[in-house]
Structure formats: structure tokens, C-alpha cells
């Protein structure tokens, strides 16, 4: 659900008043800090406008190569490089040799626009227009032309910081304003030369970091550490250099040629380092964005002068305007362009942070810019991220970068009314990353930089790139849609809880203390002790324990029908002996149970939490090797039996385990994970036969296990080995324990086949183990319904070997998609990622019954917890979907958890039992049975879980028949009193 644009405008009313006066961005901070959550942060399936620019860019020195070719004179970058740094540009991309191969890249990308940037020194060897080299012009003209063949529009950078050398040695470069006339000279002579097919000028790439690094620290081509005062020179000069460039082609091409020019301003983003947004913050973060991207905007948008907040801190050391030059600089660009990416950030100074803290947030720069510089109409010409040196071709984070940057352009355009035109992708191919060297990859194109084909293979970014740019962003899904519609009337509604506090005596002080008291009315109104008066102690009853009453009354308040909690084996059994049984602990277990059916709650118990750091096993058991231990398998079934025998006839639905295939993630189990695994299985195994065979006639109950069920995709869907992985990574994470139980007895093949494919490796001294054929037929079908705790959604991607995270799945790497709205603790919240698993069980398994038996996130908001209540309506609605769109036999539905143990986190209460905003929401759900399109009369169906768990109609039957014996009865007795004293009274009269 998305916040439409016109409400966001009535919370935010300055949306409709900006004017794009200096300092209007200030309330930038604010307004993003109050935005509707999680609302807000959800992903948008809209799209671009008609007419959106899509575009791809690259620079000369980074991807031309040819440096001494066909005529090319030197730059300072050819300099730098060769006298400072152990790579260059000499071959790079070797685009000049490439053209073709280029445009090829760019037509399978379908992108409208392709900004690239003229070479001076190819041109003009030394600078000048005396010494024009027709070579190097015959291929820029040859390049916007094959460009206008393929329908493809040029966006032409002038300057991208590779100045002749001969003009450095000549004038010591831009901090000589003579460079401002022979600048203007050449870029006269582009329009004349090019003007008519390019539509789109650059005039300057990134100003900030050219004056900042290239004259000052000295990081940056041509490496001149200059005097404190030298960067804002340079700056004056390319500020200068920029007006005057602009007005000859408004003065003189504009009217002819019909095309637009500004200038490329990188920035970076800011935040109150302490997130508090409190005025003196937000002026040190405006001060630092000003003192970046308002440098040169400021002037060029505004006023023709610098922000204020450099004139106050810099003071001499800041060049002043004259009148005349203010009017002359400012409004002199036709639209916004911006480059926002690694560069704006690696390249950023500290000391312009002002101790704040720099962040990626392309969204909010967007909005920043859009209130103070008059509504701009703004061209992203640059975005990107750095990638890894290694990567070839499968760069899925960049692909995520790219994805998470697009949806803040799209925000940007459709919640804050941000005029964007168009946006480049940053880079059409690998190439020489300044600074960086090669040590990090930009392309959405990979290339073999020692090949000497220099062939052009399309990455992750690129088809994802391209996908986005066919469907004009991203349309909105139909299945994501939400439904309207109710679940059965017998669908279970329930809570999960891990544990419950188990108390060791009632607390209620009639059990406890047989003294009487009474009330000092006359003085401190507290009790009194009577003294040498004794009472007699009753019985203890199960309402005696405070906690047990103080959960129900939370679980009723809920309205929930079913409550499932685990029992502490090592409470019960601390030696794991059967004949040593802590009768207190296991009383308390039997009042909560009696207590949960005396409300109408139908307890779902869970005998052993094996991931679970305080329901570990019982000592002596861990003592003799635990899971490694044959012989636990035994005590296992003989503390089930227990169980069983002490608890069963209250009891209809048991889950013999919860999340078994979990224990590969805890440290202890790692290195035997599938040894543990296999003797798990089969004591789950043993234990559903012991109640099938011994208790399931007498009890009529329902036992199963309830595995953890995360849902997995492919972190690069066009890649066949991150399709193959995330099956494969199912099938270990659920198929695990799900194919034998449910399935063929055995473990999955894919697990087989993925061992013996690599007999020579050992998963972390482990192997995977055989059932007999005994062992099989004792498995397959142990399991009455599937149990499913599900809570989010993880993307896998394939790595090499080498980068490979050592694990059980070999070589798969677990990523974020980070456009996914996420918990606190980082958790993604995918509710489709619930209805993709219920459908792959029921392809797997049948038309098994399944109950989702926990499903919950982390909100670390005390009482208006808004996460969890989109949370819960969201996952439910898919699970809604599964049900009415899919036929999955889904019978029921747990959320998670009932309160918070220690701090604001998963429970629907807190740690003081205060009730949070999702209790209500879910209550409502439960109520009208789930999302009905027009909401009914109260009704309530409390049933016994036995029947639901295989979704039985009867037992709603079953309530009706006893409600109406008993009306029945009433009415007979009634009329029988009736006639009775009726017939009493006309005897007394006669």
C-alpha cells in the first residue's frame, strides 16, 4: 500500500508552497522524519512517465583507451596516472577502437540516451584551436551518428576533468582564468561542429571534486597539493567558465540548434549524526550539502553568489562575484543534472561533514534539491555503485543498488513531486575508475581488461537495467494485490509463544500463608495481621498461579482460540529419567492447560524447542553426547510418553518438535548438523507412532512437527545458477526433514546427488546418513498436518568457490534485497514470500493439511508498533490468497509472539503486559474471520482443535446440537415449573 501523493501533500503542506528560496531545503530532514511508517518505506509498483529519459553514460579517459592514437595528444590524466598511480586509461575499454561493440551494449539496454564525453586533447592535441585534429573529430562525429542511427539521443559532457597537458603547462591549468577563454573557444567550436544532431550538453563533470581533489589534495588529476585558498579559485574560474559557455549557446545556438545545456554537479547526502532532527543539526547538514552541491548550484540556480554559510565559514579565503559577473552566472543551466553515487562519497572531505553522518539517500537529495533551487527540472547523469574487482558478469549488489536508487527517483517523482526528466545509468562498461584505479567495476557491461577483443558481456545490472526500462519501471503485480474473503469458519486463530515462565509454587496467599489479616480502616488503610488467630490452608488450585491468569487474560483479550507454547523438557525430566519427574513443574504445566480450556483456548503444545538456548536438553543427556547419542533418541520418546500419559487427555494437537532443521545454524551443531538431523527425524518418527499406537484411539489427538519455513529466491533471477540454488537451498532448509516425513522417507535427492557430486568434500566433518528401509517406512507419513513457522523472506546468490561462505549449501551466499521494507533487527517483510511457500509445499506434498504455527517480526516501538500490524494483515491476506486463489489446504494461523520478554521486540504486549497497537488489529481480523468486504455481526466460533486440524465441519455441527439441547432442556424445565406451580395455585384456590 502506497500513501497517495495528494495525502502526503496535506500532511506536508510545504510540498504545495516551495519557491526555491536559499535554505527552503531545510525542512527536508523534518519532513522525512515524519513521514507515514512503514507506509512510506514500502516498495512502489508504479511507473516512469511518457517521455522518461533513459540513459547510460561513460568518459573518455575511463573507457576510450587509444591515448596515443590517430593524434591524441596528452592530458593530465595520461600524466598523472604514468607518473603517480600503477594503472591508466592508456587501453582501458578501448572504446575507440569499440564502436560497435558500444552500440550493441547500448541497443540491448533500449536505453533512449547515451551520455558520453569529448576528449579535448583528441581534438585539439595541445588545447588549441590552431591545431585541430580532423582524426579525433571524425569519430566523435561518427560516434553521435551511429548513435542517431539506432534511435539512441547523445548527451555530450565537454569536460569530464581530462585537460590537455600542454594547457597545464602553459597556464598551470584551471587556476589561471585564461583557461576560462580557450575553454569557451572549444566549446564554441563543439556547437558549431556537433550542435545539430546533439540535443543534450554537459558542459563541466563534477566541479566539486576537479577544484577539491584536483588543486587542493592533490588525489586527482593533475595532483596539486595547492595553497588552502586554490580549490575555491579553480572553482570561481569553472563557475565562470560555465556561464559564459552557456549564454554563447543561448545567444547563438539555442534558436537554431534547439538544444540544452548544464552542468554535472555530484553531491552527497547528509544526516544529524545522532538522528535527532533538531534545528542546530539540520543547519550543519544544510551546511554541508551547500558547501558540496550548493558550491556551484547556488550561484548557477540562484543568485550568482555562494551559499551564505561558506561566505560565514570560509571568509577571505572565498573569491567574491562583482555585480556584474552575478548577473551573468545566474540561472544559467537549461535543467538540473546530478550525479549522485561512490565517487560523490570516496571523493567527499570530511571536514564538509561537519560531524555529521553522510548517507546514501538518493530520495531525499532529490526533494532537497527540488525545494531550494526553484522546482528544477532535474536529469540524474550519473548513478551507480562500485563493484567488486572479481565480479564478471553476475553482480547482483550493484543490481540491488541500482534497483534501490531507481525506486528513490520513482518516490522522489510520485510522493514528493520532484520533476525528475531522466536518469543515466552509471557506467556502459567497465573501465578505469579514476582514483580507484581498476580495483573496482562500474559497467553494467563486464570486460576482460587483458582480453584484446575487449568483448562486451552483459551483467546482472544490465538485463535488470534493461527489464525496467521495457516496463517503464515497475507496474503494479495483480497478485500483490490485497483480497477481500474469510476463511472457513473452523480456521484456527491462534498465538505462538516459545516458552512460558514456569512458576514452582502458586502465589495466591490463600495456598501460601494461613494468617489472618484485616484492614486498618482508622490509620494507613493497609492490612493488619490478627494476631494468635490461624487460618486453615486450602488446597492449592490451578488459579493460584498469578502468571496463568495474567496470560489468559491477554490471550482472551486477543480473541484467539488457540495458544501453542513449549514444554521445558529438562524442568520436567532434569536427568532425563522418566521415574524423576519434577511433579511441581509439571502441575504447573497441567494447570496452564486446564486453565487455557476453562476460557475456551485450545492448547497446541510443543514438547522440545531444540534451538532454544534455555530448553536445552536435560544434563545427563547433553552430558553423554547428546543428538550424537543414539540412545537420546529413546529418552526423547520416553519423555513424549510422559507427556502423553500426564497430558493428553486435555490435549489434541502436539507438536513433537519445533524447528529441528534449525539446529544447523547454532554454533555446537554446525560441524554434525545431519548426524543430529537424522536421529532428530527418527525420534520425531518413534514418537508419532507411540501416540498413533498407544494414545490416539483413548486421546483422538493430532501430532506432527513444525519446521522453520523461510521462503527463498534467487538473488539474480536471470541467472540459472541462482535459480538452481535457492531450489537447493530449500530443500536443505525445509525439504530436509519435510521430504522424509511428508514425502518419500528419504532425504531429498537433491541432497544426495549435491554429496555425491562433491565426494571429495566434507561438509564441515560431516556427512549425510542413510536410513534402512525400516527406518524409511517408519518415517514417511509420521506427521498429521504440516506445521510451518515462516517469518521472512532471504534472496541467495551463487559465489565462487573462493568467496563462498563455508556451509552445508557450498558456495551460496545469503544477500538483501534492499528495497525491501525491514525490522529493526533487520528482517525482511516480504508477505508474498509466505504464499510462494504454502504453494511449493502443496506441490510437493499434496493436499496436506498446513497451519502456519508462527509467524511474527521484531518492532522495537513499545505500544504504536505499525510494523507488526502491516505485518500481520499482510501475511495474512497472502495466506488468504493460498487458500482462495491457490486450493492450499491451509487450516490455520498462529502469530507471534503473545508479549515481550525482556524489551519492545516480537510480542503483541509488552514486558508489562500492556496491550500495542497490533492486538487490536488482529483481534478485528479474527473476529470477521479475515477480510470480509463488507464486515458482518460479531460472531465466534471456539472449537476444538482436533476437528480442525484436518478442517472438519462437524464440529461446528456438533456446538449447534449441544446449543440446542440445551435451549431444549431449558424450555422443558421451564414450562414444567410452569405447570407446576400452576396447577399448585388453582388447588389452593379451589
Request: glycine share 8%; charged share 20%; aromatic share 14%.
Amino acid at each position: 500500500m502506497k500513501p497517495p501523493t495528494l495525502l502526503l501533500l496535506i500532511l506536508c503542506p510545504w510540498l504545495v508552497s516551495l519557491n526555491g528560496d536559499p535554505g527552503a531545503g531545510e525542512e527536508t530532514w523534518a519532513r522525512f522524519a515524519s513521514l507515514p511508517y512503514p507506509d512510506d518505506n514500502l516498495f512502489l509498483h508504479d511507473t516512469f512517465p511518457e517521455g522518461f529519459m533513459w540513459s547510460v553514460g561513460t568518459s573518455a579517459y575511463q573507457t576510450e583507451g587509444g591515448w596515443q592514437q590517430d593524434g591524441r595528444g596528452p592530458s593530465v590524466w595520461d600524466t598523472f596516472t604514468h607518473k603517480q598511480l600503477g594503472a591508466s586509461g592508456d587501453v582501458a575499454s578501448d572504446s575507440y577502437n569499440n564502436v560497435e561493440r558500444d552500440m550493441t551494449a547500448i541497443q540491448t539496454l533500449g536505453v533512449t540516451h547515451y551520455r558520453f564525453s569529448i576528449a579535448w586533447s583528441r581534438i585539439f592535441p595541445d588545447g588549441l584551436l590552431s591545431n585541430r585534429n580532423e582524426a579525433g573529430l571524425r569519430h566523435y562525429i561518427h560516434l553521435i551518428q551511429r548513435l542517431r542511427d539506432v534511435g539512441v539521443e547523445p548527451m555530450v559532457t565537454l569536460y569530464h576533468w581530462d585537460l590537455p597537458q600542454a594547457l597545464q603547462d602553459m597556464y598551470g591549468g584551471w587556476i589561471n582564468e585564461t583557461l576560462v577563454e580557450r575553454f569557451t573557444e572549444y566549446a564554441e567550436f563543439c556547437f558549431k561542429a556537433l550542435g545539430d544532431r546533439v540535443k543534450y550538453w554537459i558542459t563541466i563533470d563534477n566541479p566539486y571534486a576537479l577544484a577539491w581533489h584536483g588543486y587542493g589534495t592533490g588525489k586527482l588529476a593533475p595532483g596539486i597539493h595547492g595553497a588552502p585558498n586554490a580549490p575555491y579559485i579553480v572553482a570561481h574560474n569553472l563557475i565562470k567558465a560555465h556561464s559564459r559557455i552557456w549564454h554563447i549557446y543561448n545567444d547563438h545556438f539555442r534558436q537554431s540548434q534547439r538544444g540544452h545545456v548544464s552542468i554535472a554537479l555530484a553531491s552527497h547526502w547528509v544526516g544529524p549524526k545522532n538522528g535527532d532532527i533538531n534545528p542546530k543539526a539540520v543547519k550543519l547538514c544544510q551546511c554541508s550539502v551547500d558547501s558540496v552541491l550548493g558550491w556551484f548550484a547556488k550561484p548557477i540556480f540562484i543568485d550568482g553568489d555562494y551559499p551564505a554559510c561558506m561566505k560565514d565559514n570560509l571568509k577571505s579565503l572565498l573569491p567574491v562575484f562583482d555585480d556584474g559577473e552575478k548577473m551573468e552566472i545566474k540561472k544559467t543551466a537549461d535543467f538540473f543534472a546530478l550525479s549522485f553515487g561512490p565517487r560523490s562519497f570516496r571523493l567527499l572531505d570530511s571536514k564538509l561533514l561537519f560531524n555529521q553522518s553522510k548517507k546514501y539517500l538518493l530520495r531525499q537529495l532529490l526533494s532537497w534539491i527540488h525545494m531550494e533551487y526553484n522546482n528544477s527540472k532535474i536529469f540524474i547523469v550519473e548513478n551507480g555503485w562500485d563493484g567488486s574487482s572479481s565480479t564478471k558478469t553476475e553482480d547482483v549488489q550493484n543490481m540491488y543498488y541500482l534497483k534501490r536508487f531507481l525506486m528513490d527517483v520513482l518516490k522522489a517523482m510520485k510522493y514528493d513531486g520532484v520533476d525528475v526528466i531522466g536518469y543515466t545509468a552509471w557506467s556502459l562498461v567497465d573501465g578505469f575508475e579514476w582514483d580507484a584505479g581498476y580495483s573496482t567495476r562500474r559497467g553494467l557491461f563486464y570486460i576482460d581488461f587483458q582480453s584484446k577483443e575487449k568483448e562486451r558481456l552483459p551483467k546482472s545490472s544490465a538485463f535488470f537495467y534493461r527489464q525496467v526500462i521495457e516496463e517503464k519501471g515497475f507496474p503494479p503485480v495483480p497478485e500483490n494485490k490485497p483480497i477481500t474473503g474469510t476463511f472457513p469458519y473452523n480456521f484456527v486463530w491462534g498465538i505462538s509463544e516459545d516458552v512460558i515462565q514456569v512458576e514452582t509454587t502458586p502465589t495466591t496467599r490463600q495456598f501460601v500463608d494461613d494468617n489472618i489479616y484485616k484492614l486498618d480502616i482508622n490509620g494507613t488503610g493497609k492490612r493488619m495481621k490478627v494476631k494468635g488467630v490461624i487460618g486453615q490452608l486450602r488446597k492449592a488450585q490451578c488459579t493460584d498461579y498469578n502468571s496463568i491468569r495474567q496470560e489468559i487474560h491477554l490471550l482472551q483479550n486477543t480473541h484467539a482460540t488457540h495458544f501453542q507454547f513449549s514444554l521445558n523438557w529438562s524442568l520436567i525430566l532434569p536427568r532425563g529419567n522418566p521415574t524423576q519427574v519434577i511433579g511441581a513443574n509439571l502441575r504447573y504445566y497441567k494447570c496452564y492447560v486446564s486453565e487455557l480450556l476453562r476460557v475456551n483456548v485450545t492448547p497446541v503444545v510443543v514438547l522440545y524447542h531444540p534451538t532454544l538456548e534455555d530448553q536445552r536438553l536435560p544434563s545427563v543427556l547433553e552430558d553423554n553426547g547428546g543428538w550424537m547419542n543414539p540412545a537420546t533418541i529413546q529418552a526423547f520418546v520416553e519423555y513424549a510418553r510422559l507427556c502423553f500419559r500426564q497430558l493428553g487427555s486435555k490435549v489434541k494437537f502436539w507438536i513433537t518438535m519445533s524447528e529441528p532443521n534449525g539446529i544447523k545454524h547454532l554454533e555446537g551443531y554446525k560441524s554434525n548438523f545431519t548426524i543430529i538431523g537424522h536421529n532428530l527425524i527418527k525420534a520425531h518418527a518413534l514418537a508419532w507412532h507411540l501416540y498413533n499406537d498407544e494414545f490416539r484411539k483413548t486421546q483422538n489427538g493430532q501430532v506432527s512437527v513444525s519446521l522453520h519455513a523461510d521462503w527463498v529466491d534467487p538473488a539474480d533471477p536471470f541467472s540459472r545458477n541462482d535459480i538452481e540454488a535457492a531450489a537447493r537451498t530449500l530443500e536443505f532448509d525445509i525439504g530436509w526433514f519435510a521430504e522424509p516425513i511428508f514425502g518419500n522417507g528419504d532425504y531429498p535427492v537433491i541432497m544426495r546427488d549435491w554429496q555425491s557430486q562433491r565426494q571429495n568434500i566434507v561438509w564441515n566433518g560431516s556427512y549425510l546418513p542413510y536410513f534402512t528401509n525400516e527406518e524409511k517406512e517408519l518415517i514417511r507419513g509420521s506427521g498429521d498436518f504440516v506445521a510451518l513457522n515462516h517469518y521472512t523472506t532471504h534472496i541467495v546468490h551463487l559465489e565462487g568457490q573462493a568467496e563462498a561462505q563455508v556451509g552445508y549449501e557450498f558456495k551460496v551466499q545469503h544477500l538483501k534485497d534492499i528495497t525491501w521494507l525491514a525490522s529493526p533487527d533487520g528482517k525482511a517483510v516480504v508477505p508474498w514470500g509466505l504464499r510462494k511457500l504454502l504453494r511449493w509445499i502443496k506441490s510437493k506434498y499434496g493436499d496436506v493439511p498446513i497451519y502456519i504455527t508462527s509467524n511474527g517480526i521484531d518492532d522495537d516501538s513499545p505500544s504504536e508498533d505499525k510494523l507488526r500490524v502491516y505485518y500481520i494483515q499482510s501475511y495474512i491476506n497472502e495466506a488468504l490468497k493460498a487458500l482462495k486463489l491457490d486450493g492450499v489446504n491451509i487450516c490455520g494461523y498462529f502469530a507471534w509472539a503473545l508479549r515481550d520478554i525482556d524489551k519492545p521486540n516480537y510480542g503483541l504486549y509488552s514486558s508489562n503486559r500492556a496491550a500495542k497497537l497490533s492486538v487490536e488489529y488482529y483481534r478485528r481480523i479474527v473476529d470477521n474471520g479475515g477480510f470480509p468486504t463488507s464486515i458482518p455481526p460479531s460472531t465466534k466460533c471456539n472449537q476444538d482443535l482436533y476437528s480442525s486440524a484436518e478442517c472438519n465441519p462437524l464440529y461446528l455441527r456438533k456446538q449447534l446440537l449441544i446449543f440446542a439441547l440445551c435451549t431444549l432442556s431449558a424450555f422443558t424445565a421451564t414450562m414444567f415449573s410452569i405447570i407446576y406451580y400452576s396447577t399448585k395455585r388453582c388447588r389452593k384456590y379451589k
